[in-house]
């Protein structure tokens, strides 16, 4: 098993990146380029996060309504409500109104088929 603790600039570096807002995968991304030869994940900078206590994104934390306008509905092209008409239904013979001795024949309006 490999050792897992962060030496401490990389944490001050991870405390820093939280505190301006960054996501984790976007911490994972820099400090890998703050610290050459380091090779760190989206799921380490969660997992180290949490055991410290820190919380991931909060200064940026944005709601739906602020990040995306609201949209106008567009108007509906002629005939886009027009429905087609239901196909009609195919007949399918009941079980019941098959002959226990025709069971195995093929049904109506198919082809038989060889099974061995």
């Known amino acids: ?4 603790s962060w030496p401490e600039p990389h ?5 820093a990146y939280t505190r301006d807002g ?22 380490a900078v969660i997992g180290k996060c949490q055991r410290l206590n820190l919380s991931l994104g909060a200064a940026r934390a944005v709601t739906m309504q602020q990040r995306v306008p609201a949209r106008k509905p567009k108007p509906a ?3 886009a409500h027009d429905v087609p ?17 025709r069971a195995f024949d093929p049904l109506p309006g198919t ?4 099974l061995f």
Not at 22 to 36: T, W
Request: net charge positive.
């Open 22 to 43: 960054f996501s984790a995968a976007q911490i994972a991304q820099g400090l890998n380029e703050d610290f050459p030869g380091c090779a760190y994940t989206r799921s």
């Open 11 to 15: 944490i001050e570096a991870l405390r």
């Open 77 to 79: 092209a002629k005939g």
């Open 1 to 4: 098993m490999f050792n897992s």
């Open 85 to 101: 008409p239901a196909p009609k239904p195919v007949p399918v013979p009941q079980i019941s109104s098959i002959p226990k001795d």
């Open 111 to 114: 082809k038989p088929v060889a």
